[in-house]
């Protein structure tokens, strides 16, 4: 189960409506509790992400765990991604990429970016949950960085 002294918020960026109803099930499964914040599109998640200052200043102090698909109907999750690691707020945020592609280039780039974890869908249960699992172990024994 993920706990920790803060409690983390999970956004999830996924605009299969299946494969966001799947994440969460797993999610759920493994234990996890905490609050899931859903969008479809990556406009959508940017302007929650950065705030109304496109700074990302509003989550200073919350810890988030972002679940991001790279194939979004208005842009893809690297160009998310990006904008996350190029803001001194979201930085050092917690990303799990969730995605159908598992070309070794794209991967890479992923991890280049800054990305925590890549898991290719369709997902293998045991590994999706092991990865939340650890997800979990490692937010109850460690400091996650806060948006600062």
Same mark, same amino acid.
């Given at each position: 189960?993920?706990? #920790? ?6 956004? =999830? ?15 759920? /499964? ?8 859903? *969008? ?9 992400? $950065?705030? #109304? ?11 988030? $765990?972002? $679940? ?9 999750? =690297?160009?998310? +991604?990006?904008? =996350?690691?190029? #803001?001194?707020? +979201?930085?050092? &945020? =917690? @990303?799990?990429?969730? &995605?159908?592609?598992?070309?070794? /280039? ?10 925590? @974890? ?16 650890? +997800?979990?172990? *490692? ?10």
């Amino acid at each position: 189960m993920v706990t #920790s002294a803060r409690a983390v918020k999970i956004v =999830m960026i996924e605009d299969d409506e299946g494969h966001a109803r799947l994440i969460e099930k797993n999610i759920r /499964r493994a234990g996890v509790t905490n609050d899931i914040v859903a *969008f479809v599109n990556g406009t959508e998640a940017l302007s929650f992400l $950065l705030g #109304s200052d496109g700074t990302g200043s509003e989550h200073i102090g919350q810890t988030i $765990l972002v $679940l991001l698909d790279l194939n979004l109907p208005d842009m893809t999750g =690297m160009d998310i +991604l990006a904008r =996350m690691r190029g #803001s001194a707020h +979201l930085n050092a &945020t =917690m @990303v799990i990429i969730l &995605t159908t592609t598992d070309d070794p /280039r794209e991967v890479h780039r992923c991890y280049d970016l800054g990305a925590n @974890v890549y898991i290719p869908k369709p997902m293998q249960y045991e590994r999706f949950v092991n990865a939340i699992q650890q +997800l979990g172990l *490692f937010l109850s024994v460690m400091a996650v960085p806060e948006a600062r």
